[in-house]
């Protein structure tokens, strides 16, 4: 019977994380495929094995590290973080131009801002550093409200306590 639960929870976690609501799902782990070709195995005690074997391997790979479960929340976190970076190539962050390149602005809040060659160094809540490209008319104050967008021209904006100045990510 419990077997039966531990299935049906890692189908129903591998149903939502790769759902259509999702941008497009990464590519399907051969972990995973094991263990939905399970479903195809209609004799109980076969099913059963194959389960075992499948959900076995799973949960070897997840102890030494070579796979993680992870939910459509830790993803999204992880973009906002990375916001201003290219996400090509990463699989995780979904298929094409738009899953690639992610959120077209980051809504944010100040947590540092210094001086540094006659602009800005702006930390933001999530983490990433950003620099003013032009003189910045403000003092950047901790916990003002922040939000960088993509701009047409392959560059950032960023509307800081009301005032709009080019950026770029530096870390």
Do not use: H
Not at 86 to 114: H, M, N, Y
Not at 122 to 140: S, V, Y
């Amino acid at each position: 019977m419990s077997r039966d639960w531990t299935f049906s929870g890692l189908a129903l976690l591998a149903w939502a994380v790769a759902s259509p609501a999702a941008a497009a799902p990464p590519p399907q782990s051969p972990l995973l495929g094991n263990l939905i070709k399970c479903e195809d195995v209609m004799e109980d005690a076969p099913r059963l094995a194959c389960l075992d074997a499948a959900t076995r391997a799973i949960r070897e790979a997840a102890a030494a590290g070579r796979v993680a479960l992870v939910d459509r929340e830790k993803v999204e976190g992880a973009r906002r973080s990375l916001f201003g970076f290219s996400l090509r190539g990463i699989p995780l962050f979904g298929e094409g131009d738009q899953a690639a390149e992610g959120p077209s602005e980051l809504k944010s809040k100040v947590t540092s801002a210094r001086e540094a060659g006659g602009g800005w160094l702006i930390t933001l809540r999530e983490g990433g550093t950003w620099a003013t490209l032009e003189p910045l008319a403000l003092t950047p104050r901790v916990g003002t409200d922040a939000v960088v967008r993509r701009n047409g021209f392959g560059g950032y904006m960023m509307k800081v306590a009301g005032r709009g100045v080019r950026v770029e990510r530096r870390r």
